[in-house]
């Protein structure tokens, strides 16, 4: 009977498996799964295993659904020594056969919800400490650290821009390099001076190599950096030390032994505030929101899915002139559409290919601007004209117009309209909306440049207002701006910096809209506020020669999602704001 052992995305549990097969001394030979070679190396290592009764760990068997279906017929035959045992991992994935998995022993696995369960659980697999009488602490540090980034995944994107698989491998494994070093700095001493345990290579380690090669923003990095910097260090073993010094101080436990410290986490609540992670205190009500939305997303995939089998067997009284009522839905919604949307985008006059107006940057991108977004218009008009013929009963159903159908029906994107980023999770209906939005804004700034001239089109820009995240690519108008500072400038770009503020500065600046602070309110610097977004009006965009190093970089993103960033800028902080607070609680500015 093989063992399956499930458990949510991110979460691995292949290393209590490596963990169970050292402790009873056993031979395990572990497969990767998801390639050609790992499905002959998995059959060879069953066969072997079989023969000789050792153990076999196939990895992520949810990335070869297909091949799971032989290994069952295989298992039915198969004759093994009593020694023998399969494990099977694997993402909670509908891809895995469910007569595998009512063969097979299954264990769900999926982290400890709250920091209180996540301490406890990571203290009580730690073994007995050899090493000095300051070890015991550094490990209930690292329990916390642990407890907190795991725990800080709920909050995704808030907490971590990305959901990264943090697991409990990773603390074993910082559990092992902690103790090697601090055992080798007493030199089997039973004491050893705070001051005198390697912090910098123990932190080095922690957020480079462990957790640190897990994250790839470097936004993230920094918050993962702010939280090491902060708990590794001599101070952790004063008194008074704080573990959370936010609206609410948690001082560590007043020990030196592991029971001491189990048993002040046994005495935390088992429902943490969120600014004990170093998120704004309306953290959770973000985290509900999402979940909402996401529920509501799942309800309408569920309703399409449950239309189209009313579609396969319709009664003739459910119809009008042989239209079904969904297609009478439909075509009262691409009407709508038609409507809401502008009915045509003028494309930009361009001078002869040998004017200096053509070389300039800004223009270039205004110009592809109106021209992508006059292609997309054409294009969605079309196909919500062949959509209502259709649904009318005027013509047949092609391909195209058959996946429009399910599309709309579910309110989904068709995936030819999705030529620009928009946000996770974006509807349909709010897609048309935005989409409109942003031709007009475009018609404006195609208005704005058309008699422009190479020396003019510069001041042009500057005198309205950009909607950033309403442009196609933001990037491109962005990278526009500095080509075309350094050339009033006569420098690189490399010598440019970028700035933005509310305020107009001397200088060239470009005045950018829509955007938003998450997490603070920005007036002439920084201020945290509960986790709220504060939106700002007009803000200035500008390039220099000259930074100052006051403040702390923050994002600047596209969409509230943070899956893409347009570029980063420092910004100036009140003077009683604690800059590492503004990372904690990841503060980014969005454009849409």
Known sequence: ?????????????????????????????AVAMGSIEGLALADQAIAVAAKTGSWVLLKNV?????????????????????????????????????????????????????????MLESLTSIPASTGPAELPRLRFMLAWLHSVVIERLRYAPLGW???????????????????????????????????????????????????GGRIDSDFDHRVLRVFIDRWFCADAYNADFALVNDDCVVRGPDGTS?????????????????????????AETLVLVQKGQEFVADVRRLRSLMDDDDDD????????????????????????FSQQLPQALPLLSLPSSSSSLVQTPLFRVIERETRVA????????????????VCRGETKQTNHVRNLLRDFNANVVPRAW???????????????????MRVDHIRELSACVESATAQTVVERVQSVRVWLG????????????RQSVAKQLECSLEELHVGLSPFSENGVAFMVGGLRVEGAEWTRGLVVNEGSASHVQVGYLSWSKTQSEDGVVVPVYLNGDRSLLLFEVRVPVEHSVDAHKVVQRAVAIVAA
């Not at 020694?83 to 063969?103: Q, W």
């Not at 006059?374 to 013929?389: E, G, I, S, Y």
């Not at 946000?423 to 909306?433: I, N, Y």
């Not at 990037?475 to 701006?481: H, L, N, R, S, W």
């Open 1 to 29: 009977m093989p063992i399956a052992l499930c458990s949510v995305p991110g979460h691995d549990a292949a290393y209590r498996v490596d963990a169970l097969a050292r402790e009873q001394q056993r031979t395990v030979h």
């Open 62 to 118: 949810h990335l070869a659904a297909s091949w799971l279906g032989q290994l069952e017929k295989r298992l039915q035959t198969l004759r093994a020594p009593d020694g023998f045992r399969l494990f099977l991992t694997m993402e909670i994935n509908p891809a895995v056969p469910p007569s595998l998995l009512r063969r097979a022993r299954t264990l769900v696995f999926e982290p400890a919800p709250g920091i209180r369960a996540n």
């Open 161 to 211: 821009t990305t959901p990264y698989e943090f697991s409990d491998a990773d603390f074993a494994c910082a559990l092992a390099t902690v103790d090697c070093w601090v055992v080798r700095a007493a030199h089997g001493r039973a004491n050893i001076d705070p001051a005198r345990i390697p912090w910098t290579a123990i932190r080095t380690l922690l957020s480079e190599c462990i957790y």
């Open 258 to 282: 592991h029971e001491e410290f189990v048993a002040w986490c046994h005495e935390l609540p088992e429902h943490e505030p969120p600014v004990w992670l170093g998120l704004p205190p309306n």
């Open 313 to 336: 067997d319709v009664e003739a009284g459910a119809q009008t002139s042989g239209v079904p009522a969904y297609m009478r839905h439909i075509d009262t919604v691409a009407t709508a």
């Open 374 to 389: 006059h292609k997309l218009l054409t294009l969605v008009h079309r196909d919500l004209h062949a959509l209502r013929r």
């Open 418 to 436: 999705l030529q620009y980023t928009v946000p996770r999770g974006c509807s349909l209906s709010r897609w048309v909306t935005d989409f409109a």
């Open 470 to 481: 309403g442009l196609l690519f933001p990037e491109a108008f962005v990278t526009a701006t």
